[in-house]
């Protein structure tokens, strides 16, 4: 049974940073991407960026280059995101996911981590 | 403005069929990148409903379909139940964004 089990609820000043880390167990990761996709209150779902923790290859949407970093530790199957430079608008829940990096599908989720940022 | 291209709402009946389009471009769904589909029920995140175009994972009812042609796709639903009240979004990669994920504005689905 793959699960994906993320940190906890963050609040966050303006202008800082925040780190959300997704635990996976069970299944198979050696050929699976970890995604990060955000959805705003309210809002659609919005791709992030995804690593492959095996090979340690991340890319990112181009909205978010040079704000958020990925990063993997492949001997505990965890993927970390770390968005810079808060904002309000980046007051969103957090999801990981996993994903295929041939064919790109996104079959398991985390339980998402709401990122609330705030004065 | 989402890259790919979704209805606001559709709405049907018990029982009946509905179908939402995706419309995406020459750089997505037209550079033949799979298109897959979600449902996301309030406060509970995604799940994959279709992968690949038109392939349901195990567990999805047979009533969930999708299709492909050109630039655009297609999540169908038949003989529609209460339960299916929900958000779909479809999801495809772009070619001009370097291989990044792009999704639908998402589709919110309304059981009269």
């Known amino acids: 049974q793959v699960q994906l089990v993320q940190s906890g609820a963050e609040m966050k000043k303006p202008g800082s940073s925040v780190k959300v880390s997704c635990k996976a167990s069970g299944g198979t990761f050696s050929s699976y991407a970890i995604s990060w996709v955000r959805q705003a209150p309210g809002q659609g779902l919005e791709w992030m960026g995804r690593i492959i923790p095996m090979l340690g290859v991340a890319n990112f949407a181009q909205k978010f280059q040079g704000r958020v970093t990925i990063t993997a530790d492949k001997s505990t199957i965890t993927a970390y995101m770390e968005l810079s430079s808060l904002r309000s608008e980046d007051t969103a829940v957090y999801y990981c996911a996993r994903g295929s990096h041939i064919t790109g599908e996104l079959d398991y989720w985390g339980q998402g981590t709401l990122v609330t940022v705030s004065s | 403005q989402s890259v790919l291209t979704q209805p606001p709402s559709v709405s049907g009946a018990p029982g009946q069929r509905v179908t939402i389009s995706c419309t995406g471009s020459?750089?997505?769904?037209?550079?033949?990148?799979?298109v897959h589909w979600y449902q996301q029920l309030p406060g509970t995140p995604p799940k994959l409903l279709i992968y690949?175009?038109?392939n349901r994972p195990s567990g999805v009812p047979d009533r969930f379909s999708g299709s492909k042609s050109g630039t655009s796709a297609s999540l169908a639903i038949t003989g529609l139940q209460a339960e299916d009240e929900a958000d779909y979004y479809c999801?495809?990669?772009?070619?001009?964004?370097?291989?990044?994920?792009?999704f639908g504005g998402g589709t919110k689905l309304t059981v009269l």
């Open positions: 690949g175009n038109n």
């Open positions: 999801q495809s990669y772009d070619s001009s964004l370097r291989g990044s994920g792009v």
């Open positions: 020459s750089s997505n769904i037209g550079a033949a990148y799979d």
